[in-house]
């Protein structure tokens, strides 16, 4: 095999291709190698048939990736049943990891804003009534709600940086994304905010024990669920744009 | 052809052309193409994955030689991998005969449909 991964430039799509599906193969390096060298002698030897034929160097490598198949599809077909297993169960905890982060966050905002609705209109805090008559701790000591709407926007930030950061990590070194944290994950995002917002609606309805509501949370979780449910409409109608061609785009 | 039925019979297709002798994966690609005249045409990247499967069964064998500057993996039919496709052609023979005689049939009574025979000839009762 020449020296895959090394001086790629533009001028040689099959070393880029190559850089990819290594980049995408979920196997153990040493199996990847070998993987990559048989299709860089199979692709360079599929250019060649094209140069023979007339065809320019560029021309002859772009057919021969385009009758190899795109990188996604030979990345699934390498994949044993266990390796899709894991990539299918990583995608997933990597929606639920960015999910989780939003959340929080959100949940941060939304008490740092009832707070300082609070604030401003010298609102008294929120009266939760246990069961027991007991007073809870944070009425008794009313800074406790901004302390934890801090905490949580805190920790909601670092848990989504953290997101971002794996997330370039796993882009440089060409990884592909899953389709939950993908393509799908507006409209999952949209309905798991929508899900949130309506379980809390439900529970200030039954109520027992919340006296006053902060709907500032929903106003936040709702906030989300709709910038997403606009965003994953909008990647439909790209979508639809794209597989209807410049015909139906009007 | 539906990729899905291609891929259910690529095993055997794949244990076929290497009968001819060993050979590395864009020869049997190539020969798979031509010798179906075109009809099998999966996506060239998806094939290696059934070679390392039907190495791993133990049905082929390779080796990496050096050719044109690069390595270069040969893989060759092992004595298992030709009972196997001995197996294997007799099934696919005795399907296909199965098949032919079947559809063979039917387009004969499409195309005939009264075909000058008794329906109590084809092995309908009324």
Same mark, same amino acid.
């Given at each position: 095999?020449?020296?895959a991964?090394?001086?790629r430039? =533009?001028g040689?799509?099959? &070393?880029?291709?190559?850089?990819?599906?290594?980049?995408? *193969?979920?196997?153990?390096?040493?199996?990847?190698?070998?993987?990559?060298a048989?299709?860089?002698?199979?692709?360079?030897?599929?250019?060649?048939?094209?140069? %023979?034929v007339?065809?320019?160097e560029?021309? /002859?490598?772009?057919? /021969?990736? =385009?009758?190899?198949?795109?990188?996604p599809?030979?990345?699934?077909?390498?994949?044993?049943?266990?390796?899709?297993?894991?990539?299918? %169960?990583?995608?997933?905890?990597?929606?639920?990891?960015?999910?989780?982060?939003l959340?929080?966050?959100?949940?941060?905002?939304?008490?740092?804003? %009832?707070d300082?609705?609070?604030?401003?209109?010298?609102?008294?805090?929120?009266a939760?009534?246990?069961?027991? &008559?007991?007073?809870?701790?944070?009425?008794?000591?009313?800074?406790i709600?901004?302390?934890?709407a801090?905490t949580?926007?805190?920790?909601?930030?670092?848990?989504?940086?953290?997101?971002?950061?794996?997330r370039?990590?796993?882009?440089?070194?060409?990884?592909l994304?899953g389709?939950l944290?993908?393509?799908a994950?507006?409209?999952?995002?949209?309905?798991f905010?929508?899900?949130v917002?309506?379980?809390?609606?439900?529970l200030?309805?039954?109520?027992?024990?919340v006296?006053?509501?902060?709907?500032l949370?929903?106003?936040?979780?709702?906030a989300?669920?709709?910038g997403?449910?606009v965003?994953?409409?909008?990647?439909?109608?790209?979508?639809?744009?794209?597989?209807?061609g410049?015909g139906?785009?009007? | 052809?539906?990729?899905?039925?291609?891929?259910?019979?690529?095993?055997?297709?794949?244990?076929?052309?290497?009968?001819?002798?060993?050979?590395?994966?864009? %020869?049997?690609i190539?020969?798979?193409?031509?010798r179906?005249?075109?009809?099998?045409?999966?996506?060239? &990247?998806?094939?290696?994955?059934?070679?390392?499967?039907?190495?791993? =069964?133990?049905?082929?064998?390779?080796?990496?030689?050096?050719?044109?500057?690069?390595?270069r993996?040969?893989?060759?039919?092992?004595?298992?991998?030709?009972?196997? *496709?001995?197996?294997?052609?007799?099934?696919?023979?005795?399907?296909?005969?199965?098949?032919?005689?079947?559809l &063979?049939?039917?387009?004969?009574?499409?195309?005939?449909?009264?075909?000058?025979r008794?329906?109590?000839?084809?092995?309908?009762?009324?």
């Amino acid at each position: 095999m020449s020296a895959a991964g090394d001086d790629r430039t =533009s001028g040689d799509p099959i &070393g880029e291709y190559l850089d990819q599906l290594r980049a995408g *193969l979920r196997v153990s390096p040493d199996e990847a190698e070998l993987i990559v060298a048989e299709a860089e002698d199979h692709l360079r030897e599929t250019a060649a048939a094209g140069l %023979a034929v007339g065809m320019t160097e560029r021309e /002859a490598q772009e057919a /021969a990736i =385009s009758v190899f198949g795109p990188v996604p599809a030979v990345v699934h077909a390498h994949q044993t049943r266990g390796g899709r297993t894991a990539a299918v %169960a990583g995608d997933a905890a990597a929606a639920t990891w960015k999910l989780a982060s939003l959340l929080v966050v959100a949940t941060g905002v939304g008490g740092l804003a %009832a707070d300082a609705v609070r604030a401003i209109f010298r609102m008294p805090q929120p009266a939760v009534i246990m069961p027991s &008559g007991a007073v809870p701790h944070s009425v008794q000591h009313p800074p406790i709600h901004f302390m934890v709407a801090v905490t949580a926007a805190v920790c909601g930030a670092i848990l989504l940086t953290g997101f971002s950061l794996v997330r370039r990590r796993q882009q440089r070194r060409g990884r592909l994304r899953g389709p939950l944290v993908g393509g799908a994950f507006p409209a999952v995002a949209a309905g798991f905010f929508c899900a949130v917002v309506l379980a809390l609606l439900a529970l200030a309805w039954s109520g027992p024990g919340v006296a006053s509501f902060p709907g500032l949370f929903i106003v936040a979780y709702l906030a989300l669920a709709i910038g997403y449910a606009v965003r994953a409409a909008r990647m439909l109608r790209r979508r639809g744009r794209r597989q209807g061609g410049p015909g139906q785009a009007a | 052809m539906d990729r899905e039925r291609l891929k259910g019979n690529l095993d055997l297709l794949l244990l076929s052309v290497l009968s001819a002798g060993p050979a590395h994966g864009y %020869a049997i690609i190539t020969s798979l193409r031509d010798r179906s005249e075109g009809t099998f045409d999966l996506p060239e &990247g998806t094939i290696y994955p059934a070679l390392h499967r039907l190495e791993d =069964s133990g049905l082929l064998a390779s080796s990496w030689a050096q050719a044109e500057g690069r390595r270069r993996r040969v893989y060759g039919l092992t004595d298992k991998g030709v009972a196997e *496709l001995a197996a294997e052609h007799t099934q696919w023979r005795k399907f296909a005969t199965g098949m032919q005689a079947v559809l &063979g049939w039917s387009a004969q009574v499409a195309w005939h449909p009264a075909g000058g025979r008794d329906p109590g000839t084809l092995g309908w009762s009324a």
